[in-house]
């Protein structure tokens, strides 16, 4: 079973371009989002990022349908795959509709644990492993 992770994304006018969508630079700020919220509800909630972080080694974003101002955006979070120093982590950029959820855009990253003290990349944390693998979907 996939373990997905949902955010929910207030959009604010500012997120918004002369086209009346979401404009295409927000997408990377709100997969952040994502992520953090993801961490901090499954990961590590009272982490030391300033020890040991994460650092983006690759991004992807593929758009499908504008988003607008008046959409309730979700951000689906999974990570995919974790190696020895990185994972992998997938967001699926939805809206509820009046039929059901609307994939609106995908994304994907490529995070790289970062030893921020002796400033080299660093193994994934067993823990994290761990957490990640123990995650249940219907927690959130």
Not at 27 to 47: G, V
Not at 53 to 82: H, R, S
Not at 101 to 112: C, E, F, Q
Request: aromatic share 12%; glycine share 4%.
């Amino acid at each position: 079973m996939k373990k997905i992770h949902r955010t929910e994304v207030q959009l604010r006018f500012s997120d918004i371009d002369m086209l009346m969508h979401v404009n295409n630079a927000k997408f990377p700020t709100f997969m952040e989002l994502s992520r953090i919220q993801y961490f901090n509800d499954i990961i590590a909630p009272r982490h030391n990022w300033k020890e040991t972080g994460l650092i983006v080694a690759n991004y992807t974003m593929d758009f499908k349908i504008p988003i607008y101002f008046t959409d309730q955006l979700y951000i689906e979070t999974e990570v995919t795959a974790i190696g020895t120093k990185s994972m992998t982590i997938i967001y699926r950029f939805i809206v509820e509709g009046d039929s059901g959820p609307i994939l609106k855009a995908t994304g994907s990253s490529v995070m790289v644990c970062f030893d921020y003290i002796k400033h080299v990349s660093a193994p994934v944390p067993d823990l994290w492993r761990e957490k990640v693998n123990g995650f249940q979907e219907s927690n959130f």
